[in-house]
């Protein structure tokens, strides 16, 4: 679905970035220089959720490829830029570029919305190309609600540590999103298979929840 500067202003009401201008942004940043490498390829996940959001922007940049062939062009392409290779594993690499890092991620969709399709969290539903912004049906409404809601959960545990960074973050979810992930945790098999899914190309550490932070995950929903 391609967002309107109109949509985001009715939503969004604070001091923010105007809606009209991400695309060229972007550019700027990144995806014209792609282009005119010929490398197809575009970003999409939480970078775009904290810039919607009109914070700081820490997290990387995921950059998500059609096919095998575009991943290795532009993991090429940054490699002959000389640029400090952060790690590489069998889900992508990392690698930092112009004061900027990005995560190329080997796990590759036809196009942006497909690829957005296939995210847990619907407030993480952005992806931006060259032409346009695609995002989720409702996640600039649940992006300004705080309120975190489930898109398709296809590795459960993987989705419930990512609900308890959004939780720190100050994002809800109710008890009805609650009971749906905790059964999909429950039916899925014991050792689920690593992939990234918005910036999960990296190994990440186990996160200690105290009792009295998996009780707050409750307080004050629906």
């Given at each position: 679905?391609?967002?309107?500067?109109?949509?985001?202003?009715?939503?969004?009401?604070?001091?923010?970035?105007?809606?009209?201008?991400?695309?060229?942004?972007?550019?700027?940043?990144?995806?014209?220089?792609?282009?005119?490498a010929n490398i197809k390829c575009w970003l999409a996940g939480g970078a775009l959720r904290d810039y919607f959001m009109g914070v700081p922007v820490k997290t990387d940049y995921d950059m998500f490829?059609?096919?095998?062939?575009?991943?290795?062009?532009?993991?090429?392409?940054?490699?002959?830029k000389d640029c400090e290779i952060k790690w590489e594993s069998d889900n992508g690499c990392k690698?930092?570029?112009?004061?900027?890092?990005?995560?190329?991620?080997?796990?590759f969709f036809a196009d942006p919305q497909t690829t957005i399709d296939a995210f847990d969290f619907t407030v993480s539903m952005f992806a931006v190309d060259n032409e346009?912004?695609?995002?989720?049906?409702?996640?600039f409404i649940d992006l300004?609600?705080?309120q975190l809601m489930i898109n398709k959960i296809t590795y459960p545990a993987s989705?419930?540590?990512?609900?308890?960074?959004?939780?720190?973050?100050?994002?809800?979810?109710?008890?009805?999103?609650?009971?749906?992930?905790?059964?999909?945790?429950?039916?899925?098999p014991k050792e689920e298979p690593k992939q990234p899914q918005e910036n999960q190309s990296e190994p990440k550490?186990?996160?200690?929840?105290s009792s009295g932070e998996f009780g707050a995950?409750?307080?004050g929903i629906d």
């Amino acid at each position: 679905m391609l967002a309107t500067g109109f949509i985001f202003k009715q939503l969004i009401t604070n001091d923010m970035i105007q809606f009209d201008n991400t695309v060229q942004r972007y550019g700027k940043i990144i995806l014209n220089e792609m282009k005119e490498a010929n490398i197809k390829c575009w970003l999409a996940g939480g970078a775009l959720r904290d810039y919607f959001m009109g914070v700081p922007v820490k997290t990387d940049y995921d950059m998500f490829f059609p096919n095998e062939i575009e991943y290795e062009k532009a993991r090429t392409y940054f490699k002959a830029k000389d640029c400090e290779i952060k790690w590489e594993s069998d889900n992508g690499c990392k690698m930092k570029y112009k004061d900027c890092t990005y995560d190329l991620v080997k796990k590759f969709f036809a196009d942006p919305q497909t690829t957005i399709d296939a995210f847990d969290f619907t407030v993480s539903m952005f992806a931006v190309d060259n032409e346009k912004i695609y995002h989720g049906e409702t996640t600039f409404i649940d992006l300004a609600k705080r309120q975190l809601m489930i898109n398709k959960i296809t590795y459960p545990a993987s989705s419930l540590s990512r609900a308890f960074r959004y939780y720190k973050k100050g994002f809800t979810m109710c008890l009805g999103e609650m009971k749906k992930l905790f059964e999909a945790i429950q039916n899925a098999p014991k050792e689920e298979p690593k992939q990234p899914q918005e910036n999960q190309s990296e190994p990440k550490k186990e996160e200690e929840i105290s009792s009295g932070e998996f009780g707050a995950f409750f307080v004050g929903i629906d």
